[in-house]
């Protein structure tokens, strides 16, 4: 059974920094492209960033661009978003998912196989 699970959210600063992890298992990980999508309080989904299954042809959205940097680590299953420069409207659940076009630069909502739990990640002062 296939697995995503996040880590590493939490409260923040406006200006500070935080590192989110999503550690997969039974899938094979290393084919698939990976996303993190968020979504705010009230708000529906928005897609943050994707990694193709080789770790290039890295996306962003405008919004975090130049302040979120995606990579991923295909031998301990895991893809990695690190938030700096964090503003209040980055306050979301973040997400990440599993898509398995593995070139894929971007894919809707209802094309990824995986999800995960989601962790929150709250920017305030």
């Known amino acids: 059974e296939a697995h995503l699970v996040e880590s590493g959210g939490g409260l923040a600063q406006p200006g500070g920094s935080l590192r989110l992890s999503c550690a997969a298992s039974?899938?094979?990980?290393?084919?698939?492209?990976m996303s993190w999508v968020r979504q705010a309080p009230g708000k529906g989904l928005e897609w943050v960033s994707t990694?193709?299954?080789?770790?290039?042809?890295?996306k962003y959205a405008d919004s975090v661009k130049g302040r979120f940097t995606i990579s991923r680590n295909n031998a301990e299953n895991t893809v990695y978003l690190e938030m700096n420069d964090l503003k209040p409207e980055d306050t979301a659940v973040y997400y990440c998912?599993?898509?398995?076009?593995?070139?894929?630069?971007?894919?809707?909502?209802?094309?990824?196989?995986?999800w995960g739990q989601g962790t929150q990640v709250t920017v305030s002062s």
């Open positions: 990694i193709r299954n080789s770790g290039g042809n890295i």
């Open positions: 039974g899938f094979a990980f290393a084919t698939y492209a």
């Open positions: 998912a599993a898509d398995p076009r593995g070139d894929s630069d971007y894919a809707s909502e209802a094309e990824y196989d995986y």
